[in-house]
C-alpha cells in the first residue's frame, strides 16, 4: 500500500493558495480523514508554525489567555485542531487578525482544523467574517491513489487508516471502531438524547437505503421515534460530514418532479462496516452493491467539480431520472448516469430526463479506465478520467 505522508493531497495547492491570501483559513472534514496529517505537510513547507490540538488539556490550557499566549507567536502559522471545542476563542483571534494586519501581517496567521462543519460554519462567520476562507478535505479520493486501488478505495473508504491497512479484517476494525467513537462520545458531545444503539440502528438504516429518498416519517416509524428527533439527528450527521443529502433538481418545465432529496451515507467503507460487508467478494454479492458505487462515484466527482457548481438529482412521476446533474457556471449543465457495469446503457428514464433537460453533456460513469461514445449523445467516461477532467475545468 503506501504511506500517507508521501500520498499528495490535491487540496494542498489550494490550502498554500488560501494561507497566501487570507489571515485564518478554515479546513473542515470528518474525523481521521486526513486533516492533521495535511497541516504537518503544509508546515512543512512554512516555517515556522505551531500546533496546537484544542482536545489535549495542555493545550487548552495554554490558551487560557488566548491574546496573550498567541502575540507572542504572530511570526508563525498557528495550527488549531478541533476548534469548533473552543467557540470562545474566534473573538480573540479577530482582534489578533485585525492587530497583525496593522503592522502589515495579513495573511498566513492561523489555520483552523474542524470536524463539524456547522460549528465551525457559525462560530467563525460570527466573528472573523472577510478575515476567513473555508476549504473541505474529504477521505482520500480515486484520483490521489494508484488507478489500480481504485476497488480497495471503494471497499474499504477513504479514511487513510482504514485505506492503508494490512488487510480487509483490520480495515473493518479501524472503521468499526470510528464508528464506535462517533456513537459514543462525538455525536453526544452535540447534544442528542438517543442510545447509542438506537443511533446505530439509524444509521444502518441509512446504509441499507444508500442513495434512497429521505422519508422521515418511515425512518421514524421504524426507531419507533418522532419525526423531529430522527430530522435532528440526520442534521447533525450532515453537519459531522458523515451523510449527504443531494436535492432534487427544479425546473420550470411544468413537470411533477420527486420533491424528496437523496440521503447516501458519503464514505463508502462506512457503509460496508454499517452492513457488516469485510471484503470485495462479500460486496460483490450484496444487494447494496449498485447503491454503494453509486454513492462513491458521487462523491468523487462532487469533489471534483469547479467552485459554484450546484449538485442534484432529477426524478418525475413518468419515470425520468437522472442520478446526477451538474450545474457548473460557464459549462453548463452535465447529466450522469452512475452505472457499475463496464458495458452498461443508460436506462430509458434518463433519456426522457435528457428530452426534458437538454443537458449540454450525457454522461455514463462506469469503473473502467476507458471513454467511448455509446449512441443516442451519451458518452461513457471512466470514474477517474471524469474526475480528472471535471478538476480540469475553471
Not at 433537460?357 to 477517474?384: D, F, K, M, S, T
Amino acid at each position: 500500500m503506501y504511506d500517507l505522508h508521501v500520498i499528495t493531497r490535491q487540496l494542498l495547492p489550494r490550502l498554500l493558495e488560501c494561507i497566501g491570501q487570507f489571515p485564518a483559513v478554515a479546513l473542515l472534514g470528518p474525523r481521521q480523514a486526513g486533516k492533521t496529517t495535511l497541516a504537518e505537510m503544509l508546515a512543512a513547507q512554512r516555517h515556522p508554525s505551531l500546533y496546537l490540538d484544542l482536545e489535549s488539556p495542555t493545550d487548552r490550557a495554554k490558551l487560557l489567555d488566548p491574546e496573550a499566549y498567541l502575540a507572542r507567536h504572530e511570526d508563525k502559522l498557528v495550527i488549531l485542531d478541533e476548534v469548533q471545542r473552543m467557540p470562545d476563542l474566534f473573538q480573540p483571534l479577530r482582534g489578533l487578525i485585525d492587530r497583525g494586519r496593522r503592522k502589515g501581517i495579513g495573511h498566513g496567521r492561523f489555520l483552523l482544523l474542524g470536524s463539524a462543519s456547522g460549528d465551525l460554519l457559525r462560530q467563525s462567520g460570527e466573528s472573523l467574517a472577510g478575515r476567513i476562507a473555508y476549504l473541505e478535505l474529504p477521505p482520500l479520493l480515486v484520483t490521489e491513489v494508484a488507478p489500480g486501488q481504485q476497488d480497495a478505495l471503494w471497499m474499504r473508504g477513504g479514511f487513510p487508516d482504514s485505506f492503508l491497512a494490512q488487510d480487509d479484517r483490520l480495515s473493518l476494525r479501524w472503521r468499526q471502531n470510528l464508528i464506535g467513537t462517533y456513537l459514543e462520545r462525538d455525536i453526544p458531545a452535540h447534544g442528542t438524547r438517543l442510545p447509542a444503539e438506537t443511533l446505530r440502528r439509524f444509521w444502518t438504516m441509512l446504509a441499507h437505503h444508500q442513495g434512497g429518498l429521505l422519508n422521515l416519517a418511515q425512518l421514524g416509524r421504524n426507531l419507533m421515534a418522532d419525526t423531529k428527533t430522527v430530522s435532528r439527528y440526520l442534521d447533525l450527521l450532515v453537519d459531522l460530514l458523515l451523510v449527504r443529502r443531494l436535492q432534487p433538481w427544479h425546473g420550470n418545465l411544468g413537470k411533477r418532479l420527486v420533491k424528496a432529496p437523496k440521503v447516501y451515507i458519503r464514505d463508502s467503507g462506512l457503509v460496508h462496516a454499517l452492513l457488516g460487508i469485510g471484503d470485495l467478494d462479500g460486496l460483490l454479492g450484496h444487494p447494496v452493491v449498485g447503491a454503494s458505487w453509486e454513492g462513491f462515484a458521487l462523491e468523487n466527482l462532487l469533489d471534483a467539480t469547479p467552485f459554484n457548481t450546484v449538485p442534484g438529482f432529477y426524478r418525475s412521476s413518468n419515470g425520468a431520472e437522472v442520478d446526477l446533474l451538474l450545474d457548473m457556471p460557464g459549462h453548463g449543465l452535465w447529466a450522469i448516469e452512475i452505472k457499475r457495469g463496464a458495458t452498461a446503457r443508460p436506462r430509458r428514464g434518463f433519456h426522457a430526463a435528457c428530452a426534458d433537460l437538454q443537458p449540454a453533456r450525457r454522461l455514463l460513469v462506469h469503473p473502467g479506465n476507458e471513454r467511448y461514445p455509446i449512441g443516442e449523445g451519451v458518452e461513457a467516461a471512466g470514474l477517474r478520467l471524469l474526475a480528472e477532467e471535471l478538476r480540469q475545468l475553471k
